[in-house]
């Protein structure tokens, strides 16, 4: 059975800092495209970055290009979301998902997470 399991949220003041991990269990994790979307209240969810499985690519929203930065590390089968000079706007509930080939649409991943909820004060 496949698990996402999203940890690393809360509530943190506007130019602050927050890391969320994402640990997967039951697929092979190295072969998969781990992508983090986001949802805030009243908005669709919103595609945030993804980092494909060798690491050679990178990609990001517009709206978090330079502030954020997705990584993972294979040996832990654990994906990250460095999130830094964080905005009130970026409050929502963030998801992370895995999918053979990734992409920008939260419903073409094959796995997805929980969530966890992450705060900006302004």
């Known amino acids: 059975q496949v698990q996402l399991a999203e940890s690393g949220g809360g509530l943190v003041q506007a130019g602050g800092s927050l890391r969320l991990s994402c640990a997967a269990s039951?697929?092979?994790?190295?072969?998969?495209?781990m992508g983090w979307f986001r949802q805030a209240p009243g908005k669709e969810r919103e595609f945030v970055a993804a980092?494909?499985?060798?690491?050679?690519?990178?990609y990001y929203g517009d709206s978090v290009q330079g502030r954020f930065t997705i990584s993972r590390d294979n040996a832990k089968n654990t994906a990250y979301l460095e999130m830094n000079s964080l905005k009130p706007e970026d409050t929502a509930v963030y998801y992370c998902a895995a999918d053979l080939k990734g992409g920008r649409n939260y419903y073409g991943y094959d796995y997805r997470g929980q969530g966890t909820q992450v705060t900006v004060s302004s």
């Open positions: 980092i494909s499985w060798g690491v050679l690519s990178r």
């Open positions: 039951g697929l092979t994790f190295r072969s998969y495209v």
